[in-house]
């Protein structure tokens, strides 16, 4: 997806997406709990996650095709609970170190570039001669993480997003191996090739889910 709008022209407000949750210390973003500490919330994430998780898993078919409209769908039942704009593009601007991902009033015109060129090019996700499956991971991943279109749980939301193409493709779930033995290098490898991803080089990438489906085949 080369064609995404990345200029700086102008920043938007952030609204009630750049607030943070009162009594948290700038830890938590605002939330409909009222939860103020970071690890209670990164409970809560989770296990909201997992069951939304499950649920898709029984209702997206071999036949579906990813969308724009779905992916906010899917932000929306994960974190619908938590956040009043859960579902919603994000209103702030984001950004990692010296990296700044593309201003967010460029998001929605960026989520329909990608919807156009990548989502419909790649999904329904199904193996055949033309399109490795790893390679269609790591096209999908990275542009979306460069659009980064939410105010929180990009990097969920696009993982759970490949989980739904490998069971689209008929494989096992992809094992990231975030947590446990080895997670730090794992963690180190996926960054790295993410970051390759957003220049449009995905060979790294390709490879990181390429073991990632095979830790998935043998779990």
């Given at each position: 997806m080369r064609r995404r709008i990345t200029s700086l022209r102008y920043r938007t407000a952030g609204g009630e997406q750049g607030v943070m949750q009162p009594g948290s210390h700038g830890r938590v973003l605002h939330n409909l709990l009222g939860i103020t500490r970071k690890r209670e919330m990164d409970v809560a994430e989770y296990e909201t996650l997992v069951a939304v998780q499950e649920k898709y898993l029984g209702c997206?078919?071999?036949d579906t095709q990813m969308t724009a409209d779905l992916l906010c769908q899917m932000h929306r039942d994960w974190l619908g609970k938590l956040y009043a704009w859960a579902g919603c593009y994000r209103t702030v601007e984001l950004a990692k170190g010296k990296f700044k991902w593309p201003p967010a009033y460029l998001v929605e015109q960026n989520m329909k570039v990608f919807e156009r060129e990548t989502l419909i090019r790649f999904t329904p996700c199904w193996p055949?001669?033309?399109?490795?499956?790893?390679?269609?991971l790591a096209v999908v991943h990275a542009e979306?993480?460069?659009?980064?279109p939410f105010r929180e749980g990009n990097g969920r939301l696009a993982r759970w997003l490949a989980d739904l193409m490998a069971a689209q493709a008929g494989l096992y779930l992809p094992k990231y191996q975030f947590t446990g033995r080895g997670a730090q290098a794992s963690r180190a490898e996926y960054l790295e090739a993410v970051q390759r991803g957003y220049a449009g080089d995905y060979r790294a990438l390709e490879t990181f889910f390429a073991r990632a489906l095979e830790r998935g085949r043998g779990a």
């Open positions: 997206v078919g071999p055949d001669a033309a399109t490795d499956i790893s390679h269609a979306l993480l460069l659009i980064h």
